[in-house]
């Protein structure tokens, strides 16, 4: 039987293996319409083949969208220009580009909740790029922020977390 160009469309099997594959869709309140009269709700769909239940196979796809949520922080931030020419270069650009995310998602669960889970493009602009100017009266230096700026709390929290005596790492035995 000659098959037309429209089969696939219209669910003609193009393989003689059955599909085992389905469609999940979770459904989730929105949070922040909470209030509304009738409940909104947020879909999450995705595609699994796999031979796990329901909900291990809805872990399994969020852990996986943790880690394209990190991937693409990495990419959007330190790896955007790698490939270089030499494999060492690339190596030791890879390494402190995975040090220094680590050490931005502390500074963010350091700083605030919102700040925890925000993307590192946020954290670099709120946290680590600070309008300040250092001035060293009596030879002590002195960070002065801006007055109206709109992150100084929380920057001053995250300071505050870090540098106050207490809070260091414990002593060595």
């Known amino acids: 039987m000659p098959r037309s160009p429209k089969d696939h ?3 003609v099997a193009s393989t003689t293996h059955p599909v ?9 309140r929105d949070r922040n319409k909470l209030a509304e009269l009738f409940p909104v709700w ?3 769909p995705f595609f699994t083949n796999s031979e796990e239940s329901t909900t291990a196979a809805d872990i ?4 996986h969208a943790i880690i394209e949520t990190v991937f693409a922080d990495l990419i959007d931030g330190p790896l955007a220009h790698l490939p270089s020419g030499r ?3 690339n190596s030791a650009w890879a390494i402190c580009a ?10 963010g669960t350091l700083t605030s909740t919102n700040h925890a889970v925000a993307r590192g493009a946020t954290l670099r602009r709120q946290l680590v790029t600070v309008p300040a100017r250092i001035a060293r009266p009596q030879r002590r230096p002195v960070l002065h922020l801006p007055a109206h700026w709109p992150w100084a709390y929380q920057w001053t929290s995250f300071w505050r977390n870090v540098f106050t005596p207490g809070n260091g790492p414990p002593a060595t035995a």
């Open 42 to 44: 947020r879909h999450h």
């Open 87 to 89: 494999f060492s270069s």
């Open 9 to 11: 469309l219209y669910g």
């Open 98 to 107: 995975a040090i220094t995310h680590n050490l931005l998602r502390a500074a």
């Open 60 to 63: 399994t796809h969020r852990r």
């Open 20 to 28: 085992t594959a389905r469609l999940v869709v979770r459904r989730v």
